[in-house]
């Protein structure tokens, strides 16, 4: 019987790498707001004229692991792109798919920015007003009750005195669950949070918009309406500065240095994963990564930060590197 089952076994992986290598492309899918900058490597890594082009599918960050996490070979993506860390549940999925060997490398960091037309005056909001802005319910006289607020002037007379209308992403973005993370569940009041409030539950009243995985869109939407709000990775912001601007959050406003430091409120780092399986079955996968991480590409100098890409610190971009090119699985998520 042990006889048999590695038998079994080899022949298993066979199959794996024959189905593999019938693609002779990189596959990558995930986040939107790391979509750019994989791009540029992915447009750079194909011009050298020794791999092909990898393709890229903005799925969003959750539809992405997904994708990732469904199994081994030439059906599944080789990489997954993803602006927030790999989910426990996530990892569990891949384990349980036969995804077993994960390169987890973190590409820098990122400010999620809210914007608003040029045309409007600026505003400074803190945790607490995008979260009685954005929640589903909210607490008065210690029950809950459906969100009262119509105008942003409503929650704080120094707030514009317009309609609350703001643009999100869809449920399985990692940009909407890093800012779940890092506002909704901080700006959440004591008292609706005694009462029994879902800090991640939104609107349903049409204040809050849910779009899909189109930041140019939003971009567009945007700039037709002075009213309107929408949050999106710091990339975009900087490739649409001309018509938007950034509201300031808890009185900072994006930017390179701010974001770096972390004293921005709402910085974040970016990631993507890599099918450990897949590499030396799928041409240039390795290769792709070491360029991916390469200093010429997401160093402090690297043409990534060309289009917004924060660079990481000394110690943190030595760890990638090495993730990178010595393909270092990713420790157990629980």
Known sequence: MRKLSIALASLV?????????????IKIVGSSTVFPYATIVAERFGSSGKFKTPVIESTGTGGGAKLFCAGVGTEHPDVTNASRAMKAKEYALCQKNGVEEIVEITVGNDGITLAYSKDAKPVNFTKKHLWAALAKEVAKDGALVPNPYKNWSDIDPSLPNYPIKVMVPPGTSGTRDAWNSLVMKKGIDDASKKAGAKYKALREDGAVIEVGENDSLIIQKLAADKEMFGFFGFSYFLAAKDKLQAASIEGGQPSLSSIQDYSYAVARPLFFYVKKAHVGV???????VKEFTSKKAMGKKGYLTDIGLVPLDGKLYKTSRTNATKLVNMPAKN
């Open 13 to 25: 992986a066979m199959l794996v790498v024959t189905s593999a290598q019938a693609r002779d492309q």
């Open 282 to 288: 799928v041409p240039g996968l390795h290769e792709f």
